[in-house]
């Protein structure tokens, strides 16, 4: 069974590997070094402001696995995509 850790990780990875090259390698290291530090707010506002900010296209799909984790997180509504 995941632990909480693990889940928030395996989210994180899927969103992060479903935005592919929208991302740029620094944005990728910014979100996965707090990750790695288990800030995943931090990471989850790292990572909405990245797209905000860079008015990234999302599909529906990755649209659906932020919502995912917004939940998971209780940060749902706190996102600039609502």
């Known amino acids: 069974m995941e632990t909480l ?28 070094h707090f990750i790695d530090v288990h800030e995943y707010g931090v990471a989850f506002d790292t990572l909405t402001g990245i797209l905000h900010d860079g008015a990234i296209e ?11 984790l917004a939940v998971h997180l209780n940060t749902e509504g706190h996102w600039p995509y609502d």
Request: aromatic residues 8%; without cysteine; hydrophobic residues 30%.
């Open 58 to 68: 999302l599909t529906d799909d990755v649209r659906s696995q932020i919502d995912a």
């Open 5 to 32: 850790r693990e889940q928030y990780e395996r989210q994180f990875s899927e969103v992060i590997k479903s935005l592919g090259a929208r991302l740029t390698h620094d944005d990728w290291q910014e979100i996965q």
